[in-house]
């Protein structure tokens, strides 16, 4: 990521919207997406893992207070939708709500932050060829491999809820129901396929929606560093980009929030539809 831009601001965007991509199992890995959604994921494993085992019954200290009200949060939220057992899916909405807003907040660091650093210690030229994306959600890789795993939790509460046979039989059932063989087997199909659509555009709907959000907000702050590069526009540049960061916290909290309210709604549907 360079400190500084070459080449204008059409080179400046391309260079900030390279991935550091390296080959593994014959394809493409976005390396810095994975490094920053791994070390996010523990960052919120250890810090809520702690206050969880020093939890005390007394007045709680600032770090366990807030704990709580993000615990207390998450549960209310899925006790208001899913009515079964909460005893997976209410941890299952914290690690997502915690860890797409890990992510998401990202967003908010600078984007030459590591360009410097990397000039700082290896010289400009090493900066400018260096590659570094900070917000693994601003990947669609990223958002798309959640949400097929919400995908298969999906199928899993389905199949839990009405069987491997019921399941089977209300995707050429349903929604259009017929009496008789031969009108059930003509609705079959049209029956298989808007299923199919259903269940396909939940996780294509979650993964877009996060990454579409992220993906622009990422891109404004590159608008707004890339136009005002110069020391003439420094000031008005870093009022602007405050204004900016100001704004899009709202739009990290309530991405954050989306994604995981829509997957406890998806759950909630497949486990209480018989």
């Known amino acids: 990521m360079a400190s500084e831009p070459q080449g204008g601001l059409t080179e400046y965007i391309q260079h900030h919207l390279t991935h550091d991509v390296i080959t593994l199992g014959g394809g493409g890995f976005h390396l810095d997406s994975w490094i920053v959604a791994a070390a996010l994921g523990l960052v919120f494993v250890l810090w809520f893992g702690l206050y969880a085992r020093r939890a005390t019954s007394g007045v709680p200290g600032k770090g366990q207070a807030f704990v709580e009200i993000v615990l207390e949060f998450v549960d209310g939220q899925v006790k208001d939708v899913f009515h079964g057992n909460r005893s997976f899916i209410a941890p299952l909405a914290l690690t997502i709500f915690m860890w797409v807003f890990f992510?998401?907040?990202?967003?908010?660091?600078?984007?030459?932050?590591?360009?410097?650093?990397?000039?700082?210690?290896?010289?400009?030229?090493?900066?400018?060829?260096?590659?570094?994306?900070?917000?693994?959600?601003?990947?669609?890789?990223?958002?798309?491999?959640?949400?097929?795993?919400?995908?298969?939790?999906?199928?899993?509460?389905?199949?839990?809820?009405?069987?491997?046979?019921?399941?089977?039989?209300?995707?050429?059932?349903?929604?259009?129901?017929?009496?008789?063989?031969?009108?059930?087997?003509?609705?079959?199909?049209?029956?298989?396929?808007?299923n199919l659509v259903e269940y396909l555009?939940?996780?294509?709907?979650?993964?877009?929606?996060?990454?579409?959000?992220?993906?622009?907000?990422?891109?404004?702050?590159?608008?707004?560093?890339?136009?005002?590069?110069?020391?003439?526009?420094?000031?008005?540049?870093?009022?602007?980009?405050?204004?900016?960061?100001?704004?899009?916290?709202?739009?990290?909290?309530?991405?954050?929030?989306?994604?995981?309210?829509?997957?406890?709604v998806y759950l909630a549907m497949a486990h209480e539809h018989h």
């Open 103 to 194: 992510m998401n907040t990202m967003d908010l660091i600078p984007l030459d932050l590591i360009g410097s650093a990397v000039k700082g210690v290896a010289g400009e030229q090493v900066a400018h060829n260096t590659h570094f994306r900070l917000v693994p959600t601003a990947d669609v890789n990223t958002t798309f491999a959640m949400s097929i795993s919400v995908f298969f939790l999906i199928i899993f509460y389905s199949i839990k809820a009405k069987g491997g046979w019921g399941f089977t039989k209300e995707l050429f059932t349903a929604p259009f129901h017929a009496h008789g063989i031969v009108a059930k087997t003509l609705l079959a199909p049209f029956n298989f396929f808007l």
């Open 201 to 264: 555009s939940k996780p294509v709907s979650l993964a877009m929606r996060l990454f579409g959000n992220m993906y622009a907000g990422e891109l404004v702050f590159m608008l707004i560093s890339g136009l005002m590069m110069s020391w003439a526009t420094f000031v008005p540049g870093v009022l602007v980009n405050a204004g900016w960061a100001i704004f899009h916290i709202l739009i990290i909290g309530l991405q954050a929030f989306i994604f995981m309210v829509l997957t406890v």
